[in-house]
Every structure is written in structure tokens, then in C-alpha cells.
């Protein structure tokens, strides 16, 4: 049988950002090692009006965990401090609405993590 799918996923989070969804997904393997894997899906409109979807995976290990927030929080603060005005620091900070689907779902209510599947399917 395919690894892949014997894989439990645990937690998952959609974040939709304009022609792109971004997918956190925790799984864990058989012997209960967890993972994070965080997926690009951006929207492309074909030549012949077509959709397909582009996606990109990123698998992160528990052991990385901590890295990866330190050393995406440091680009975020450079980004921040260096490299944007006050207003569009202020634009960032503002306050924002969020679709009940991009809010955590509980593990009964999600269907498994399907990345051939297109976005608005989730």
C-alpha cells in the first residue's frame, strides 16, 4: 500500500490568499513521528479558459519546528522594520476578517487533505 495514505492527518488549516490557498497540514506517521507539510495551491487560468491548479509542498519535520518559526519571524521582522513604510507597517497590523473557512476545522468535520483536488473543493 502507498505510504501516503496511511499517513493520519491531525490538523489542518486553510488560508486563502487572492488566486492562491495556502494548506497547514499536521500528520503523523504510523509511529506517531508528527509533521507539518504547508502547500501553495495558486490558480491558473489556461489558454483555452481552462482552470488548473499549481501546487507546491513543503514538508517540515518536528525536529525543524522551532528553526523554521525563528527564521520565518526574523524575515518577517527584517521585511518589517527594513524594508516597508509606516503605512504599509500600519496596513499590516490592521485588523482583519476572516472567512469561517480558513478558521481550524475540527477532525470530524474535514475531509483528508487531497492535493490534486481543486481549491474550492475545501
Known amino acids: 500500500m502507498d505510504d501516503r495514505h496511511e499517513q493520519e492527518e491531525i490538523y489542518s488549516q486553510r488560508i486563502k490568499a487572492g488566486k ?6 499536521v500528520k503523523a506517521t504510523r509511529g506517531q513521528d508528527y509533521y507539518l507539510t504547508i502547500t501553495e495551491s495558486k490558480r491558473r487560468q489556461n489558454g483555452d479558459d481552462s482552470v488548473s491548479y499549481e501546487k507546491h509542498k513543503i514538508f517540515l519535520y518536528k525536529e525543524d519546528f522551532l528553526k523554521f518559526v525563528d527564521a520565518l519571524q526574523d524575515a518577517v521582522d527584517y521585511v518589517r522594520e527594513e524594508l516597508l513604510t509606516p503605512e504599509e507597517v500600519a496596513e499590516l497590523d490592521r485588523p482583519r ?4 473557512r480558513d478558521q481550524p476545522r475540527r ?8 492535493p490534486n483536488r481543486a ?3 475545501y
Open 20 to 25: 492562491r490557498t495556502y494548506f497547514f497540514d
Open 97 to 100: 476578517e476572516y472567512d469561517d
Open 107 to 114: 477532525e470530524f468535520d474535514r475531509p483528508a487533505f487531497d
Open 119 to 121: 481549491d474550492d473543493a
